[in-house]
């Protein structure tokens, strides 16, 4: 397919050398924006997320169908010397080499980013690893899990009388990919004016950090640690989940007009003048009695007619849905984000798209989810 606004890396070739998520996720983007991503796996097993399931659609995991979109497959192995040549060749004619080994791995088989850009300066080596590639803990493998409780992220989600919890989904992996991307594409304006590559050193532990803002910022700013607030928000009321006559609902008040509109749709314009509560600082001040009097309210009558007040009177509100509810959303297939696609074996699944689009056209999945080595001889005969 031909360069256009939708395909903006068009002409770009990517090695893959990364596995799991924050790496692919990053690699996922690049293809999705058009460059071609070839993904070197070791044969056998390939990318660990193959495994990682139920649920499978045939013999691939749901989890490896999520981030490995506009992909190529190519099974070698870098204990091979003959493979590991190939792969080395295709180093040398790539625009971006992405990998996610721990610091000094690579340099056995001369895949590391010093030895590539010393024969290639122009190249883009991203470089994603749990803790970076040097400091003291350079040498500690990272999944997202550890990485939630070691960053704080733990500490400041659940109950205020509970136990710390991770994130639902592997959110720091995710920005990872993310912040990888987006300094792959840094680097790559900065290459078009200068000519020259970089070596990208992006640390699951910093993003994560990075990711939580506020209470990062709150915590570096005063010293003192944050605290879990469950579903309500830290620093603004009403900011939370609320219980309806027939289920549960998510009010986020953002700024002291909003919060007006929600009194006279509730039918008592007098709270938003309240001097007590007009402005966020005071209804923070006050919690416990503008919840509870939210609470008492909403618990009297049923959700749908909350969400008409509310989307009548301009105030951001929504249902708490499960996770099969909001994919089967019929909003996303009518703007295309979801839409079938045949994978190798034949079987057609549904797939996400990228959830952003460019003069108005989302890239489009071009390539579904490859089957481990499905390539192999076409990486071989174009860089073999």
Same mark, same amino acid.
């Given at each position: 397919? #031909?360069?256009?606004?939708?395909?903006?890396?068009?002409?770009?070739?990517?090695?893959?050398?990364? =596995?799991?998520?924050?790496?692919?996720?990053?690699?996922?983007?690049?293809?999705?924006?058009?460059?071609?991503?070839?993904?070197?796996?070791?044969?056998?097993?390939?990318?660990?997320?193959?495994?990682?399931?139920p649920p499978f659609v045939g013999e691939a995991s749901a989890y490896y169908l999520a981030v490995n979109r506009n992909k190529r497959s190519a099974a070698l192995d870098f204990e091979n010397s003959v493979q590991l040549a190939v792969v080395r060749r295709a180093a040398a004619r790539a625009d971006v080499?992405?990998? #996610?080994?721990?610091?000094?791995?690579?340099?056995?088989?001369?895949?590391?980013?010093?030895?590539?850009?010393?024969?290639?300066?122009?190249?883009?080596?991203?470089?994603?690893?749990?803790?970076?590639?040097?400091?003291?803990?350079?040498?500690?493998?990272?999944?997202?899990?550890?990485?939630?409780?070691?960053?704080?992220?733990?500490?400041?989600?659940?109950? !205020?009388?509970?136990?710390?919890?991770?994130?639902?989904?592997?959110?720091?992996?995710?920005?990872?990919?993310?912040?990888?991307?987006?300094?792959?594409?840094?680097?790559?304006?900065?290459?078009?004016?200068?000519?020259?590559?970089?070596?990208?050193?992006?640390?699951?532990?910093?993003?994560?950090?990075?990711?939580?803002? #506020?209470?990062?910022?709150?915590?570096?700013? $005063?010293?003192?640690?944050?605290? =879990?607030?469950?579903?309500?928000?830290?620093?603004?009321?009403?900011?939370? $989940?609320?219980?309806?006559?027939?289920?549960?609902?998510?009010?986020?008040?953002?700024?002291?007009?909003?919060? =007006?509109?929600?009194?006279?749709?509730?039918?008592?314009?007098?709270?938003?003048?309240? !001097?007590?509560?007009?402005? #966020?600082?005071?209804?923070?001040?006050?919690?416990?009695?503008?919840?509870?009097?939210?609470?008492?309210?909403?618990?009297?009558?049923?959700?749908?007619?909350?969400?008409?007040?509310?989307?009548?009177?301009?105030?951001?509100?929504?249902?708490?849905?499960?996770?099969?509810?909001?994919?089967?959303?019929?909003?996303?297939?009518?703007?295309?984000?979801?839409?079938?696609?045949?994978?190798?074996?034949?079987?057609?699944?549904?797939?996400?798209?990228?959830?952003?689009?460019?003069?108005?056209? =989302?890239?489009?999945?071009?390539?579904?989810? !490859?089957?481990?080595?499905?390539? $192999?001889?076409?990486?071989?005969?174009?860089?073999?």
């Amino acid at each position: 397919m #031909n360069a256009g606004p939708a395909r903006p890396l068009a002409g770009l070739t990517v090695l893959d050398l990364s =596995r799991v998520l924050a790496g692919p996720y990053a690699t996922q983007l690049l293809g999705d924006l058009g460059a071609t991503v070839w993904k070197v796996e070791r044969p056998g097993s390939g990318d660990e997320t193959r495994a990682w399931g139920p649920p499978f659609v045939g013999e691939a995991s749901a989890y490896y169908l999520a981030v490995n979109r506009n992909k190529r497959s190519a099974a070698l192995d870098f204990e091979n010397s003959v493979q590991l040549a190939v792969v080395r060749r295709a180093a040398a004619r790539a625009d971006v080499v992405v990998e #996610n080994f721990l610091p000094g791995a690579l340099e056995r088989f001369g895949l590391d980013a010093a030895t590539l850009r010393r024969d290639r300066p122009e190249l883009v080596v991203c470089s994603i690893t749990g803790f970076g590639q040097d400091g003291p803990y350079a040498d500690l493998p990272g999944y997202d899990a550890v990485l939630q409780g070691w960053v704080g992220l733990q500490s400041v989600t659940g109950e !205020p009388d509970g136990p710390p919890l991770k994130v639902g989904v592997a959110l720091i992996d995710v920005l990872s990919g993310i912040h990888a991307a987006a300094a792959i594409l840094g680097a790559l304006v900065g290459r078009f004016r200068t000519g020259a590559g970089a070596h990208l050193d992006v640390a699951l532990s910093e993003v994560g950090i990075h990711a939580m803002v #506020n209470v990062s910022q709150g915590a570096l700013s $005063t010293g003192q640690p944050a605290r =879990r607030h469950g579903n309500a928000h830290p620093h603004i009321v009403p900011y939370q $989940t609320f219980a309806a006559a027939d289920g549960l609902f998510v009010l986020a008040v953002g700024n002291d007009a909003q919060w =007006r509109r929600v009194c006279e749709a509730m039918g008592e314009p007098s709270r938003g003048s309240d !001097p007590r509560w007009a402005a #966020n600082p005071g209804r923070v001040l006050h919690r416990a009695d503008v919840v509870g009097w939210l609470a008492g309210r909403f618990a009297a009558e049923p959700c749908a007619v909350w969400f008409e007040r509310f989307r009548s009177a301009g105030v951001p509100a929504g249902p708490v849905r499960d996770v099969r509810e909001a994919v089967s959303d019929p909003a996303l297939a009518a703007r295309g984000m979801v839409a079938p696609h045949t994978l190798p074996d034949g079987r057609v699944t549904p797939l996400l798209s990228l959830p952003w689009r460019i003069d108005g056209e =989302r890239p489009p999945v071009s390539l579904p989810p !490859p089957a481990l080595g499905q390539h $192999t001889d076409e990486f071989l005969a174009e860089f073999g």
